[in-house]
């Protein structure tokens, strides 16, 4: 078990060394193929990792494998270790097994770049940082993934790095999430102070003993670095922007993976955030806040992938929500649906820009149905699965969050409200693309650059068999689990993470009921204005559009103040302090050169009267002196 | 000893010292500088064999000897320098040659 | 300190003639004009300077000196001065410059040092003089001397010597496509 793990783990690595190493001596398709065979068999060794566990006893299924002792400082020892449990195999599978779909999808869609071979060493470089993140055997490793992450998203957002834009947004979601990595090292060092320890068990058990203080800062600078990883409110900005990336990029970093590291945080932390319940309350409001404001912007969004983007938001924010209300098997099952039909909406996006020569704006789409039936039917499924209809995936995993938060007094009732208008404007949103994308008539656009495939068989291949295979899951991947009734999943999770709230029978009807009326609702109100055109949609407002200014917000209070304090001191320390001292030091030394070879008249006489009068002197020195 | 002490003749070789370094300061002429020169070196001369008389030892006087042949040799190398320096048609006069000025 | 006796009177009487010779040839040597007359004086000097030697039992040095300092040196500083003429006038240019000044004080101060030096430090050392043997000063006190306790000195004094008189001869030589002049700078003694 714990073999197939480092397995796991270290595949990708290889295979983006590999990439590297060879560099221009394979061609392009070559570095293709060893990233996507090493993702699968990653997921492959998942796969045994998972069988392997399931054959053991319920207690018997956590192992903590040490490689060698990698940090000693005093009392305080960090191993280079992996933890395999239950928690982390389920997230491995889901990270490696949507990861290779994604990756071979790219056989496909990057055939043709130049830079392919940086791609795939980069997306390799990425499953194996994901890896390392979730199977991090204590939270220094963790943060090891965590930072790797954010460079392998940071790299592939500015993959294509003639674009002013690309290079710009790519250093937003940087920084943004360096924010985040901060917080969470603060945490990290009252940790160490307080506990000693970094490793998972030993410092929860230890962190009973500590003040409600020292707790609440730990967990809300672990909070911290989950809402910057995760784009929630209020560190979301950066996650629109990180569009400009290729679009397998934006499926697997950040809508299937990366953006839920954050939730995995929480999850695999929740002794910490029980321990300070005001954070976790925090935290599930914070989701239920980007929850609706991801909605209500994604409603006015003329991109179609800033559309799904904002999605992404969106259902992150759900899943913060049951991660802070207690519901933690809840949140990772619905990590596993949105990974399955996030990533197909976005690859089928994919192939609707690649066909239509790289448009990405719906305005100018439409009529796309006829033209390209499979791609439609495969986006259907993912927004049907997205909006939370039954029989889909998302319909299982969404509901079942909202009827936990009802478990939980007037703040959970409070959530729940916010979670159903949710519902309502995700049906909306996405059917409002779909309806504009697929539906009506051909758009001029359309008429003059009717849809090609794009790449040569292999690559339409490799698109059309891994958006199918997405399909099949995004549609049947919920039916691990359902309500109370059938629980694999919360099972499956139960000694990792134990859910704090238990939602009855009839809560969960009525979460279930509400929320598929809101979403078809959502759905029959799209399908009036967008499909059926017998209304006009208002006016998007300004705010809206301007995603509620939080951009001009962040532009004031951080960057022109940044901006404006190093002018301030590039013009007067840099300029006089630094550059002046050194000037002066290097004009002192001329002047004094200057002087001194005044002195080298080239006279003799002068040379013999300096040679006279020191003797005079020395006379008088030695003299008085002895 | 009869006539004056040690002590007077030391005085004359004092002011033999002081009048020549007053020359070689002076003179812009490099002849009269290694006059002035050799006059500088009679007055230590004549304060070594002052010397050499007081204290009843020779070794003084074999140093004076030894500078006289020093000086001798030195006056030959300096008037080769001013030979050479007037067949180069320069003139003669220190302040003029000061090419290893800085 | 002064002892007044027949004999003392004699030595005396020599000493103040042989010390104004001297003191004021010497001055003369630094004011002439003319490299000639200074030459002459240094001659002057240089004989009053036996004279003083002579005062002082040294009289092996005092015959080197007029035979060697006087006789040859002062002669190769004469054919020197007659090869170059004209050319060897020396006038003295200018009025007083900071150089002359500081030359002046610079000389005082080292008059003035040394007398005082002297005065202030010799004690009782200076007060009376050692006797002395017949043989002091003679050829054969300075030839054992150098032939013994300073054999070194005279060896290195000859080699000197040596390098002197190549030195002289390559200064003197003639530089290639240079015209030749008459008159060459004798070897060293």
């Known amino acids: 078990m714990t073999a197939a793990a480092w397995v796991c783990l270290f595949l990708p690595l290889g295979s983006a060394g590999l990439i590297t190493v060879l560099g221009t001596t394979i061609t392009r398709r070559t570095a293709a193929w060893i990233a996507t065979l090493a993702c699968a068999g990653s997921f492959a060794a998942a796969v045994v990792s998972f069988v392997a566990m399931w054959g ?34 389920f997230m491995m599978l889901v990270v490696a097994g949507v990861g290779s779909l994604i990756v071979a999808y790219s056989i496909g869609y990057m055939d043709g770049d130049d830079e392919e071979r940086r791609y795939f060493a980069y997306m390799s470089l990425f499953v194996f940082s994901m890896l390392m993140l979730v199977q991090g055997g204590n939270l220094l490793l963790l943060l090891v993934g965590w930072g790797l992450v954010g460079l392998s998203s940071y790299l592939l957002i500015g993959f294509w790095h003639d ?82 990336g290729p679009t397998p990029v934006s499926a697997l970093i950040h809508a299937a993976t990366m953006v839920t590291a954050g939730v995995y945080l929480i999850v695999r932390t929740h002794a910490l955030f029980e321990l300070a ?45 049951g991660a802070g209300l207690g519901a933690y098997a809840n949140a990772m099952f619905h990590l596993m649906t949105h990974a399955f039909f996030k990533a197909l909406l976005f690859m089928g996006a994919g192939i609707v820009i690649h066909a239509l020569a790289g448009e990405q704006d719906i305005r100018k789409m439409g009529g796309l149905r006829r033209l390209m039936p499979n791609t439609w039917w495969a986006m259907l499924v993912g927004g049907l699965a997205l909006s939370g209809i039954p029989p889909l995936s ?21 959530l729940f409200a916010v979670g159903m208008a949710g519902a309502f404007l995700t049906g909306l949103y996405t059917f409002r693309m779909l309806f504009v994308v697929f539906g009506g008539e051909q758009s001029a656009y359309v008429q003059e650059h009717p849809p090609h495939a794009h790449g040569d068989r292999v690559a339409q291949w490799s698109m059309y068999l891994t958006v199918g295979a997405l399909t099949v899951l995004a549609a049947a991947g919920g039916w691990l689990q359902f309500a109370d009734l059938w629980t694999p999943v919360t099972d499956w999770l139960e000694p990792v993470a134990r859910p704090l709230v238990e939602a009855t029978g009839t809560q969960e009807t009525i979460a279930s009921a509400a929320a598929v009326a809101l979403g078809v609702a959502g759905i029959a109100v799209a399908w009036w204005i967008y499909g059926a055109r017998r209304a006009t ?23 022109w103040p940044a901006v404006g304090l190093s002018r301030l001191l590039s013009w007067v320390v840099e300029g006089p302090l630094v550059g002046g001292s050194i000037a002066a030091v290097s004009e002192l030394a001329r002047w004094t050169g200057g002087r001194v070879r005044e002195l080298q008249t080239g006279l003799v006489r002068a040379y013999a009267l300096a040679l006279a009068a020191g003797v005079a002197v020395l006379v008088l020195v030695f003299v008085a002196v002895r | ?27 812009r002429s490099p002849l009269i500088v290694l006059l002035s020169l050799e006059i500088m070196l009679n007055g230590a001369n004549l304060a070594l064999i002052a010397f050499s008389r007081h204290f009843g030892r020779g070794d003084g006087q074999i140093f004076a000897l030894a500078v006289m042949a020093v000086a001798a040799s030195e006056v030959v190398v300096g008037l080769g320098l001013i030979v050479a320096m007037a067949r180069r048609r320069l003139d003669l006069d220190v302040d003029k040659l000061s090419t290893l000025r800085g | 300190m002064i002892l007044a006796s027949a004999g003392n009177v004699l030595v005396w009487a020599v000493w103040v003639v042989a010390a104004f010779a001297c003191l004021g040839s ?94 202030s430090k010799a004690e009782d050392r200076l007060s009376s003089s050692a006797k002395i043997t017949g043989s002091f000063g003679s050829p054969g006190e300075v030839g054992r001397l150098f ?42 003694a």
């Open chain 1, 56 to 89: 053991r006893a319920r207690e018997n299924r956590a192992d903590l494998s040490t490689a060698w002792t990698w940090l000693e400082a005093g009392n305080f020892r960090v191993g280079l270790s992996i933890l395999t449990d239950p928690l982390s195999v």
């Open chain 1, 394 to 414: 998302g319909f299982f995993s969404k509901d079942s969050i909202l009827a936990g938060a009802l478990d939980r007094g007037w703040y959970g009732d409070v």
């Open chain 1, 163 to 244: 674009r002013p834009s690309a290079v710009a947004a790519a250093k937003k979601a940087f920084v943004m999430n360096a924010f985040g990595d901060a917080t969470m090292a603060l945490a990290f060092f009252v940790l160490i102070q307080k506990t000693g320890t970094l490793d998972y068990g030993l410092a929860f058990q230890k962190a009973h003993g500590l003040s409600s203080l020292t707790l609440n800062l730990i967990a809300l600078g672990l909070l911290g670095g989950a809402v910057a990883k995760s784009a929630q409110l209020p560190l979301q900005t950066w996650l629109p922007d990180a569009m400009e």
């Open chain 3, 147 to 188: 032939l013994t306790d300073h054999l070194i000195a005279f060896e290195i004094t000859s080699v000197v010597l040596l390098v002197a008189a190549v030195g002289g001869v390559i200064l003197g030589s003639h530089a290639r496509g240079e015209a030749s002049v008459q008159g060459e700078a004798d070897a060293g």
């Open chain 3, 26 to 119: 010497g001055v003369a040597v630094v004011s002439f004009s003319n490299p000639f007359y200074s030459a002459l004086a240094l001659i002057g000097n240089l004989g009053s300077l036996a004279v003083l030697y002579l005062l002082l039992s040294a009289e092996f040095v005092a015959a080197a000196q007029v035979l060697v300092y006087a006789g040859a040196v002062m002669v190769m500083f004469l054919f020197v001065i007659a090869y170059l003429g004209g050319r060897a006038d020396a006038p003295w240019a200018g009025g007083p410059t900071l150089q002359v000044a500081a030359a002046v004080a610079t000389a005082v101060a080292l008059l003035v040092e040394i007398v005082v030096v002297i005065a």
């Open chain 1, 277 to 321: 319940p005001r954070i976790e309350d925090l935290a599930a409001g914070l989701g239920a806040a980007t929850l609706l404001l991801a909605g209500l912007v994604a409603l006015v969004q003329t991109d179609i992938k800033r559309v799904i983007a904002y999605s992404t938001m969106s259902q992150i924010g759900y899943m913060f929500l």
């Open chain 1, 537 to 559: 949609a208002p006016r998007p407002s300004r705010v809206l559009e301007h995603k509620f200014y939080f951009d001009e917000l962040y532009n004031g209070l951080f960057y």
């Open chain 2, 1 to 27: 000893m009869l006539g004056p002490d040690v002590a007077g003749y030391l005085i004359i070789a004092a002011f033999l010292f002081a009048t020549g370094a007053l020359g070689v300061l002076i003179r």
